[in-house]
């Protein structure tokens, strides 16, 4: 994964382009968050997805994915900390990039067959602020999240412009959960 | 920092993504796809990966989230019904717009509903017959025999609680309203006008009704 060569050409061009990369980064997010909430819109909602073995219900998978994302997401924001030198005791340890990149990666995995499963089951829907607030947030989620990995791929950025991005994606998927997973956790009891 | 790091994590997210979905599309189709590669390319091919297991012969099973509406006709006018399943849990609410009503729960599994109300006067069996579900209710002394077919939202139960004061609706397939509310006494009265929306207008002030599901808490 690591290729030297294919940093040559981004940093060659950085200067002075990286205001507009951020912003074509921003607007293939917003693409992608608008479109997907469009796309909820559209499809007509099927009440029913496949769903993993062993839970009462589909509604409680998801419930505990959307938990296991939001866990392995304090630990991006630990980590992110860590990275940044913001924690007391100065340097990190060297493991911490490796181990934010990949926490991150189990943290998206791990919402997307729930987000699938709202998408197809369910649609974008406003019925009550809950619900329309948890729509939003999800779209707002997975387009914070393409435009923070977009940027993490341009180099020259401004120094705060990834922590940004990145509060951002761990804010989106933190208010997902709360308006979703606690919701049902606090309806149902905290049931498998 | 990797440079392809974050595209392959993309990458990695559509993929899952699409995966599912297609599975879910796939789904949608109760045709089973012909096992062909299976069967006939064994001789050359090399070792595919271990098939799935074959699904079980196909029990009658809910939907993940479904409402089902009948009606009832009886002496003294018509009980709606609404049964709505999510997961394996049941809910469901028969009244008859005047003053008759129950809410019975209890769980939908293998394509059966067993419901009683909390004071056990009213129950529900129902099973699953094609996409509808059939059965009797009893209410009572009282007991009729039912045929609830699925309904899309904004069918379904509602509900709007205050101060002791119960309303609850049923929207049907056709978007009509049934209603009964419940005073603090006991005493039921027909339920004001229920819009679609869900709103109503109680005692001059428009609130908004809870939609209630298999799973909810009512």
């Known amino acids: 994964m690591s290729d030297p060569t294919a940093q040559m050409p981004t940093q060659a061009v950085r200067t002075g382009s990286s205001g507009i990369a951020v912003l074509v980064t921003v607007i293939l997010g917003a693409i992608v968050a608008v479109g997907l909430g469009v796309f909820g819109k559209i499809h007509e909602p099927q009440f029913f997805s496949i769903s993993v073995a062993g839970f009462s219900s589909g509604t409680a998978v998801k419930s505990w994915l959307a938990t296991l994302a939001v866990t392995l997401a304090l630990f991006q924001l630990a980590s992110a900390f860590a990275m940044y030198r913001l924690i007391p005791g100065g340097k990190a340890p060297s493991w911490i990039g490796t181990a934010h990149v990949w926490s991150g990666r189990l943290a998206v995995l791990a919402s997307v067959p729930v987000a699938v499963h709202c998408l197809y089951a369910l649609g974008f829907q406003s019925g009550d602020n809950r619900v329309l607030f948890h729509s939003l947030f999800g779209c707002f989620f997975y387009g914070a999240f393409v435009t923070k990995m977009l940027l993490l791929t341009r180099k020259g950025l401004r120094g705060w412009v990834i922590p940004v991005a990145g509060g951002l994606v761990f804010f989106g998927l933190v208010y997902v959960w709360l308006t979703s997973a606690l919701w049902f956790f606090q309806t149902n009891g905290i049931t498998f | ?218």
């Open chain 2, 1 to 218: 920092m990797k440079i392809r790091g974050p595209i392959v994590t993309l990458g990695a997210v559509a993929v899952l993504g699409i995966g599912i979905w297609l599975v879910n599309v796939s789904k949608e189709d109760p045709e089973p796809a012909p096992p062909a590669a299976q069967a006939t390319t064994s001789t050359t091919a090399a070792p595919a990966p271990a098939p799935a297991p074959p699904p079980p012969p196909p029990a009658p099973a809910f939907p993940a989230k479904a409402d089902y509406v009948g009606k009832i006709p009886i002496a003294t006018g018509t009980i709606t019904l609404d049964i709505s399943v999510e997961g394996e849990k049941a809910i469901a609410y028969a009244c008859d717009g005047k003053s008759i009503e129950t809410w019975l729960r209890g769980p939908a599994v293998n394509g059966l509903v067993s419901l009683a109300s909390k004071d056990k006067t009213s129950r529900l069996e129902g099973r699953l017959e094609g996409d509808s579900v059939v059965g009797t209710l009893w209410i009572g002394e009282k007991k009729w025999d039912f045929k609830a077919d699925p309904a899309q939202p904004p069918a379904g139960l509602y509900v709007y609680e205050e101060a002791g004061v119960r309303s609850s609706w049923i929207i049907d397939g056709e978007g009509g309203v049934t209603g009964v509310q419940r005073r603090p006494d006991g005493s039921t009265v027909r339920a004001p006008g229920l819009s679609l929306d869900a709103t109503s207008v109680i005692d001059g002030r428009t609130v908004v009704a809870t939609r209630v599901e298999g799973d909810s808490d009512v």
